[in-house]
Nanobody, 124 residues
Framework: QVQLVESGGRLVQAGGSLRLSCAAS????????MAWFRQAPGKEREFVAA????????SYTDSVKGRFTISRDNAKNTVYLQMNNLKPEDTAVYYC?????????????????WGQGTQVTVSS
């Protein structure tokens, strides 16, 4: 059983940057592909970014390409989401997710483990 705890969310002005962290415990971190999803008020949860177990392959939703970067440190059991040039439409609760499968990208239903989320608010 893997436990995931996100951190790093806060209020930031448009154009600013944040780095979210997701610390994993309870499993062998390098065996899990990781992803970030987000849910804005009144909207369904949506895919943001995903990476393979090694972090060598990544994918992003179009709206964040060139601004967000997913990375991981297997020695620290942590996955990160670096968010630059933030926009008000990035405001959401951000969740990290883990799967024991090799790589499932944006397939939300294929992730077995989820964190509780961290709030990111971008003011204009």
């Amino acid at each position: 059983q893997v436990q995931l705890v996100e951190s790093g969310g806060r209020l930031v002005q448009a154009g600013g940057s944040l780095r979210l962290s997701c610390a994993a415990s309870g499993g062998t971190f390098s065996n899990y592909a990781m992803a970030w999803f987000r849910q804005a008020p009144g909207k369904e949860r949506e895919f943001v970014a995903a990476g393979t177990r090694s972090g060598g392959l990544t994918s992003y939703t179009d709206s964040v390409k060139g601004r967000f970067t997913i990375s991981r440190d297997n020695a620290k059991n942590t996955v990160y989401l670096q968010m630059n040039n933030l926009k008000p439409e990035d405001t959401a609760v951000y969740y990290c997710a883990a799967t024991g499968k090799a790589y499932v990208g944006s397939l939300q239903g294929s992730y077995e483990y989820w964190g509780q989320g961290t709030q990111v608010t971008v003011s204009s």
